[in-house]
């Protein structure tokens, strides 16, 4: 069962200078109870491309496209109905987990506020639901924490509060931007396993966005690659981050130091910095960083091709089993 | 021999009404020429405080850092000579380690005009060949740095201490600003220079990976204290100290195996109010009776590898049966 | 080894852009407009005035009329005139002042802020003597302690106007003193002359030009006060705030008042336009970022 549809979906961006296409006819789907992984470097897109569904971006932005979330299109609504499906079934957490949070307002004010807004609870009951969460997700002595401000907590305990808060209102889907990227390894290990844990729990969606390949690996069902804007690869996480078959993606890889790979071996990186919007090359955006290309993957733009049920915008397909 | 020797060294921030914090609680650690010494902890353990301390941008509270024979003071109101300016830095900011208001040629070709390593014909041919050095073509010497990207701003921050003639580079987390390719790249150069230029390299880093991969020898700090040191190789096979267990265990595998990464229970404490005995031991899955107040000292264990950890010596008795622990600790 | 590819900044492209930049706001603009119209009025006064400002020949408090387009005053001069040669005296001297205090008052934050001890706290209540009165009150008093001339009003404002630029650049100073490129050239070797002098000042420029141009419009407007108030400016001198000044004591004959009043109003708009879109421009923009930011 597909609970968002996601069908070229594009975001531009007006500047000072020449408008920037931000992202470029994506289209995935996000399955009920599945974690979405979208992964990509600075510059990719990754981002705008969920601000976008959610209707976040700065003014100057148009986005086209569709967006069909329990039956109807997000790209179209209203802003103000925008806001209320967002708002009830849309959950959000951030990078980091000391600016998503109001310094002035106690935890469980931060909480409960969302719900008494959209859904008109007692004060009784929001506060019921808020410690119960809390609980969830394991933050100890909800009813004192309740009471305490933000800074009193480290960022892991405060990265468990944000997702406690973004699941206030029961929602279906759960976006997290980067959520461990700010965190130590052991603490971002913690909420890793929460997150898996909720959704296994809740039967959950998850949309997961981060540069990691590491914790994609750990979490995500189903995994799209984006460069330049667009989705390079796609398909599901297990196979495709253990045979990668576009360039990039598989470059991506061997750019991370293996932890069984021989020490002292050069790490091998990917020359030229990664495509940015505004200076996109023409053609494949990878190509002038790619050890594959050919004349033709200078002037044609590759269309994401489905083998099977993965995804390659390749026509080079130089890793094809 | 060493280049660089840090002793006991000790850096404790006073505070107003509290208890004063003691950020780097005697620390020593040494690196050699050529050598490359990873030091990996999470926030909080003061290893960029270590860092600091050890090229005299802190004043240590006790113990005392010596670079190449001579003890080295903290930086004051004075200029630095030219011996201790052969003990270098790379910070992790890239965008706010190079003045933006001026040409990164006429940077680079800072340490060659005071130190006088150059005269002023010269520093020009030096600038641009500390440029090609790092990768970066002499083209860039008239720019600024807001035109270079992370990684390129990286590259010339480095250019810029290697025209210090350093012996040692203390790089404080250096590839945490930038992504995964430009990541690579610097740690391959860094590589590079060590080895052919038999620079002594002090990383600090929270990524274990890299470090696991360029480093020869790994300390690795918690709460203020290096709690397991040696050859990187044998750290990360047979780790010593449970911390740095949990810590190799918590790193996410890329491969699409569903590795799920070990959490560690607990928080990290309070660095003004640390535990008793072990500072680990609340959150220590070995934790005995004794680490609740016996603070274990770091001591060799095996040849060349030290941990503080009342069952270190048991462990690499378990570990490598045949081998005498240095210590005979239980 | 040579392995990264530098990406080829836009070097001729971005001049472009600035301008397109700055038309983009008409605010500053116009403001950029009237000061260089005052600028090219005060240079060519001469030959822009029709009459000779102190010449005192013609029909008293005539209205403005085709011979005299801004009319005479109750001495018989041509008010016309007299505004052109007005120029000569606000703008200049406003920018005199504002060139001093900025001078002094950014050298004194800068020493303060960088070298602490006890030049610090002297400097610093100091510029909290001077904020404890109000400027007007201030710049009263030292004028007419001093008598009053035009040069001691310049120098009344700007023992007024110092201590604004001083707190400002020693709070940037301390700032910068932690940046990590004042710790790497430290640690290069450079001495903390050195480094106040290379690394801290020229980074200082882009918030001191914005606070200066600002104080401009003060300037001009302080000194056209001290004028008003016969503190200033001396007659038969044409500066605008002291033709203000008697304007009001004829309100019938209005154009005395007015037309001087009018351009005190537009050099004091005309710099704060400017010295808003210099804000807007140097701090989003954010000196140190690069231009690609991760943006997704």
């Known amino acids: 069962m597909t609970l968002l549809a996601v069908d070229e979906l594009r975001v531009r961006v007006a500047t000072d200078d020449e408008p920037l296409q931000i992202v470029d006819g994506v289209s995935y789907e996000v399955g009920e109870g599945r974690i979405f992984g979208i992964a990509g470097e600075s510059g990719s897109g990754k981002t705008v491309s969920v601000l976008a569904l959610m209707g976040l971006l700065p003014r100057g932005a148009s986005v086209t496209g569709a967006a069909r979330f329990e039956g109807d299109d997000l790209v179209s609504m209203t802003p103000a109905r925008l806001r209320q499906v967002c708002g009830r079934e849309i959950g959000l957490v951030f990078q980091d987990p000391l600016t998503s949070f109001h310094p002035m307002l106690s935890v469980g004010r931060q909480l409960t506020e969302h719900l008494r807004h959209h859904y008109g609870a007692t004060r009784a009951d929001a506060r019921g639901r808020a410690l119960a969460l809390l609980d969830e997700v394991r933050i100890p002595d909800p009813a004192t924490a309740f009471e305490r401000y933000p800074h009193e907590f480290s960022g892991g305990m405060r990265q468990r509060i944000a997702i406690a808060g973004a699941l206030m209102c029961e929602p279906r889907l759960l976006i997290a931007d980067e959520p461990t990227t700010a965190l130590d390894v052991t603490v971002q290990a913690g909420i890793l396993r929460l997150i898996d844990r909720l959704r296994r729990d809740r039967a959950l969606s998850v949309i997961l966005i981060t540069h990691d390949l590491g914790v994609m690996s750990a979490l995500a069902d189903d995994l799209a690659i984006f460069y330049g804007g667009r989705i390079v690869e796609d398909g599901p996480a297990d196979e495709l981050l253990a045979q990668p078959r576009h360039p990039y993606t598989r470059a991506l890889l061997d750019a991370l130091p293996h932890p069984e790979s021989a020490r002292g071996e050069p790490l091998r990186g990917i020359p030229g910095p990664p495509a940015q919007p505004g200076s996109l090359p023409s053609g494949c955006v990878f190509h002038p960083r790619c050890a594959y290309a050919v004349e033709s993957c200078r002037t044609e733009v590759p269309e994401l091709r489905r083998l099977g049920d993965r995804g390659l915008a390749c026509p080079v397909d130089p890793f094809a089993p | ?330 | 080894m040579s392995s990264a590819p530098i990406t080829a900044p836009a070097a001729v492209p971005r001049r472009r852009r600035r301008a397109r930049r700055l038309l983009s706001q008409p605010l500053a603009v116009v403001g950029l407009a009237i000061a260089v119209g005052w600028l090219l009025v005060a240079i060519f006064a001469p030959l822009l005035a029709p009459y000779d400002p102190l010449a005192q020949d013609f029909p008293l408090t005539q209205a403005p009329s085709r011979e005299h387009l801004f009319g005479t005053d109750e001495l018989g001069r041509d008010v016309l005139s007299r505004v052109i040669y007005g120029s000569r005296l606000s703008l200049p001297l406003a920018l005199l002042l504002v060139v001093l205090a900025t001078a002094l008052g950014s050298l004194l934050g800068a020493i303060a802020g960088y070298f602490r001890s006890w030049v610090d706290p002297l400097v610093m209540r100091t510029t909290d003597l001077v904020f404890a009165f109000p400027a007007i009150i201030l710049a009263m008093v030292v004028t007419a302690s001093l008598g009053p001339n035009i040069r001691n009003a310049v120098l009344a404002i700007v023992i007024v106007a110092w201590p604004t630029y001083a707190r400002v650049v020693r709070g940037l100073v301390l700032s910068l003193g932690d940046a990590e490129f004042v710790q790497a050239s430290r640690l290069l070797g450079s001495s903390s002359r050195r480094t106040l002098m290379h690394d801290v000042l020229p980074n200082l420029a882009g918030p001191v030009v914005v606070l200066a141009t600002l104080d401009l419009a003060n300037a001009i407007l302080l000194l056209a006060g001290l004028s008003f108030l016969g503190l200033g400016a001396q007659p038969p001198d044409p500066e605008w705030g002291s033709m203000v000044s008697v304007g009001t004591q004829y309100f019938q004959y209005w154009w005395m008042g007015t037309f001087p009043g009018l351009a005190i109003f537009s050099a004091v708009l005309a710099f704060n336009f400017l010295g808003d879109s210099l804000r807007d421009r140097l701090d989003p923009r954010g000196v140190s970022r690069g231009k690609h930011q991760g943006v997704a």
């Not at chain 2, 404790?12 to 990873?38: F, K, N, Q, T």
């Not at chain 2, 010269?122 to 270079?148: N, Q």
């Not at chain 2, 049966?321 to 240095?326: L, M, Q, V, W, Y």
């Open chain 2, 1 to 330: 021999m060493s280049v660089l020797e840090i002793e006991g060294l000790e850096v404790a921030y006073e505070r107003r009404g509290h208890d004063p914090v003691r950020a780097v609680v005697d620390a020593s650690l040494a690196v050699g020429r050529g050598e490359i010494v990873g030091l990996v902890g999470e926030s909080g353990c003061g290893k960029s405080t270590l860092a600091r301390a050890a090229v005299g941008l802190i004043r240590p509270t006790s113990g005392k850092v010596v670079f190449e024979g001579r003890e080295l003071s903290p930086l004051d109101r004075g200029a630095r000579g030219r011996e201790a300016a052969r003990l270098q830095m790379v910070f992790q900011n890239p965008y706010a380690s190079l003045n933006p208001r001026r040409r990164v040629g006429r940077q680079i070709a800072d340490a060659l005009a005071i130190l006088g390593l150059a005269s002023r014909e010269d520093r020009p041919r030096r600038a641009a060949s500390l440029l090609d050095r790092v990768g970066l073509p002499p083209t860039a010497v008239s720019r600024f740095p807001h035109e270079f990207s992370g990684g390129q701003r990286q590259r010339i921050a480095i250019a810029r201490a290697l025209a210090a003639d350093p012996s040692v580079l203390v790089l404080d987390e250096p590839l945490s600003s930038l992504d995964a390719s430009a990541q690579a790249q610097i740690a391959n150069l860094l590589v590079d220079l060590s080895r052919n230029l038999g620079l002594g390299l002090l990383l600090i880093s929270h990524d274990l990976g890299i470090v696991h991969q360029v480093a020869d020898r790994v300390c690795v700090m918690y709460l203020g204290e290096i709690v397991e040191e040696g050859p990187t190789d044998e750290v990360w096979a047979r780790p010593l100290h449970p911390y740095t267990e949990a810590l190799i265990n918590a790193i996410p595998h890329p491969d699409g195996r569903r590795f799920m990464p070990e959490a560690l229970p607990g928080e990290v404490p309070d660095p003004a109010r640390p535990p008793a005995g072990c500072r680990f031991h609340p959150r220590c899955p070995l934790a005995f009776d004794r680490c609740t107040h016996e603070h274990p000292p770091l001591e060799e264990v095996v040849d060349g590898r030290a941990a503080a950890c009342w069952l270190a010596a048991d462990r690499a008795v378990r570990q490598a049966p045949g081998t005498a622990p240095r210590a005979a600790e239980g």
